[in-house]
């Protein structure tokens, strides 16, 4: 709606409001000030739509309507005279306080809302250096993590999620991975298979990832929470806490899903990538297994559909723009959805 027709329905509410407040009161006679407490709606209505103005103004025609009705009944009439002044100097007085009150508490808002963009931008800015170490650290599970944001977000939209689950989702796709700061290189770039106790120091970069996310703020515990359930499995055999089924995470589940297709259909220092197909066929063979089947269902419609991102597809990046802000939980804006240029 825009401002002019606004301020015409209010004033038209203000109008009726205190045109039943006035027959109400003549109606019954106006011989008892009871029914003027009436007046005080239309004047924190007004005081609440045009602050100390409206409140003023609201409390000055409150007064002017009940004079009459007061000077009729009362006697004797200078008794009733001063009664109506008074009367008339507490409605102002009403109105000139809700309306200063609502203008502080809106000062206030707008204060907040400053803050909290602030500290959501602060939080971005957090997340965006540590994926400027991982590309430092690895740029190789840079490119992988920005693959599977992208289609994080894909699957997200085709499960429904809302604005500010999908940024928690982007969030987590992208830095699933951060753990792997703790990651010795020549380990991540070790062409041949991990042995035990490498293996072992790999698994760990989940646990490291969500401990480092929880620790910077507890607005991050979502993101935090999928970090560490990205590599458990829906038969319980994952790690690091060995959940199983709905108890992991949803967004855990979808970058279980994600992440091993992405990791699939590039290449590794170990081994080449797999086909599309070839990948798609073990997401479909181990759904239920290692992959929530409903989720593996949904996402090989995507595939099939060729609006996944895959490194021989989309070569090293994908074009997913990071965020200016984190949008905090408690914020009263709308969050931002990542988009694809």
């Known amino acids: 709606m825009s401002v002019a027709p606004k301020h015409l329905v209010r004033l038209a509410t203000l109008a009726a409001v205190m045109t039943v407040c006035v027959l109400v009161t003549r109606a019954n006679g106006a011989s008892s000030f009871v029914l003027v407490h009436l007046f005080y709606f239309p004047i924190i209505l007004a005081a609440f739509w045009y602050r100390e103005v409206g409140g003023a103004l609201g409390g000055a025609l409150a007064g002017v309507a009940t004079g009459p009705l007061l000077l009729a009944d009362a006697t004797p009439s200078e008794y009733a005279a001063g009664a109506w002044l008074a009367r008339t100097f ?20 707008r204060q907040l809302e400053e803050h909290m963009a602030h500290l959501g931008r602060t939080y971005a800015r957090t997340l965006k250096s ?19 944001a992208a289609n994080a977000i894909k699957l997200g939209s085709e499960l429904g ?21 703790a990651t010795p290189a020549r380990m991540l770039l070790k062409e041949g298979p991990l042995d035990a106790h490498e293996y ?28 560490r359930a990205h590599h458990e499995r829906w038969d319980g055999r994952g790690y690091p806490d060995g959940l199983a089924g709905e108890r992991i995470p949803l967004f855990g589940r979808v970058l279980a899903v994600v992440d091993a297709f992405e990791a699939m259909t590039s290449d590794r220092p170990y081994r080449a990538a797999m086909s599309v197909q070839a990948a798609a066929q073990v997401l479909e063979e181990e759904a ?6 409903a989720l593996v269902t949904v996402y090989l419609r995507l595939i099939e559909a060729g609006e996944v991102h895959t490194e021989a597809g989309d070569g090293k990046r994908t074009g997913l723009e990071l965020p200016e802000a984190f949008s905090l939980r408690r914020k009263l804006g709308t969050p931002r959805v990542p988009v694809l240029r």
């Open 90 to 109: 507490f409605f102002v007085a009403i109105g000139l306080t809700v309306g200063a009150g609502r203008a502080l508490l809106w000062a206030r808002r």
């Open 161 to 181: 999620l809302g604005a500010a689950e999908l940024e928690d989702l982007y969030w987590a796709a992208y830095l699933h991975d951060i753990g792997k700061l």
């Open 130 to 148: 540590l994926v400027y170490l991982l590309e430092h650290h690895d740029e190789e599970t840079a490119n992988h993590c920005d693959r599977v």
């Open 200 to 227: 072992e120091v790999m698994k760990q970069h989940a646990s490291i990832g969500a401990n480092t996310l929880a620790d910077i703020s507890p607005d991050f515990e979502t993101v935090a929470a999928a970090v």
């Open 288 to 293: 239920g297994r290692q992959f929530d089947p």
